[in-house]
């Protein structure tokens, strides 16, 4: 069958009755985000269905039928769904266009259930995959040769990423705006949609990311939002003082209280979250790392690691490497 080319980039989404709201609203709201900083993305949404029930009263509608000829999408998105929502006679449909469209997207994007979608359509064997930690039994079930994994939030095999869902769909996009469209327009996109930072697909899915932030404390929030915003500032004890309208030994003893450790340990813990993801996303130097997440010189990152990481920036980014590389 012939391929239709599409300019890229395109995003094509698969709609599907049963369909997880948070699962296509996060992602998308990533795109249309990075939409109206790069008016060239564009996104189509198709599927078995004209309209789709959705929440309670609320139906969407305008959905394109499913395309005939394969086409080139830089990203194909299943987000998942929700399985007593799924339409038995329409499901095998679903399934079978996968199996013959999304083999010629550049990335097929798996949220949550939408794994088991991909894994059903024989897109999963022989590669890493994850879905939502409920689901995991039911994935390995149906890809027996898929190397399943609970312990992180997204995988990327190849071009096929699977999220475990739900939140991690927006960590998910993120991380594909980034390797499609660079590492600053990703930032921008987070900075707009408040994202204190983007979590790589490493952490485990039961974990928080948030670390330092199950607290109340409003001046403590603002400041933590601040330096997360302002990573490669110049950060004085003076500095976070004003951001959080206290005085600095009182912000000294309010932050150890409430986040667990100290305004210097916090943004320490921030800006070497940061260098790992440029030393996994990008092939910056370290210097360059180090200067743009605000530790100044790499001398100053490679001390920051030996207090909070075991062996080396280096070591690290090289087991990455393989690992990618093994993928």
């Known amino acids: ?15 599907l009755p049963g369909q997880v709201p948070l699962d296509l609203v996060g992602p998308l709201q990533v795109l249309h985000s990075a939409q109206r900083m790069h008016e060239d993305l564009r996104i189509r949404y198709f599927g078995p269905c ?3 029930d959705w929440l309670g009263p609320l139906a969407l509608s305008g959905i394109e039928p499913l395309p005939r000829t394969p086409q080139a999408w830089d990203l194909l998105l299943v987000p998942g769904q ?10 095998p449909l679903a399934v079978e266009w996968g199996r013959e469209h999304a083999p010629v997207a550049g990335t097929v994007m798996g949220i949550c259930s939408g794994s088991l ?3 059903e359509a024989g897109l999963l064997e022989g590669r890493r995959a994850t879905t939502h930690h409920t689901l995991l039994s039911r994935l390995k079930a149906l890809a027996p040769g898929a190397r399943v994994q609970g312990d992180c939030i997204f995988i990327e095999d190849g071009p096929i ?5 739900i939140s991690t769909g927006i960590d998910t996009m993120l991380h594909w705006l980034t390797r499609r469209l660079g590492h600053r327009l990703t930032l921008a996109v987070a900075r707009e949609m408040v994202l204190y930072l983007r979590r790589s697909g490493h952490e485990p899915q039961l974990s928080g990311w948030l670390e330092g932030r199950n607290h109340v404390d409003e001046r403590i929030h603002r400041l933590q939002d601040a330096l997360c915003v302002r990573l490669g500032a110049a950060w004085s004890m003076a500095d976070m003082a004003r ?10 003893r309010r932050f150890v209280a409430v ?15 940061l260098a790992r993801q440029l030393m996994e996303e990008t092939p910056w130097s370290l210097a360059r790392i180090a200067g743009e997440v605000g530790f100044g010189d790499d001398r100053q990152l490679r001390r920051a690691w030996r207090r909070f990481e075991s ?3 280096h070591a690290w980014r090289a087991c990455r490497s393989s690992e990618s590389g093994s993928a």
């Open 50 to 52: 004209e309209t789709l």
């Open 311 to 313: 062996g080396s920036p």
């Open 161 to 165: 990423l699977t999220s475990a869902g």
């Open 243 to 252: 951001e959080a309208v206290m005085s600095e030994r009182h912000l000294r």
């Open 259 to 273: 986040a667990g450790m100290s305004p210097h340990d916090y943004l320490m813990r921030l800006r070497l979250q």
């Open 82 to 91: 929700y399985r007593q929502g799924i339409d038995p006679s329409r499901q």
């Open 1 to 15: 069958m012939p391929l239709e080319t599409v300019p890229s980039p395109t995003v094509g989404v698969l709609m």
């Open 117 to 119: 979608l991909l894994a």
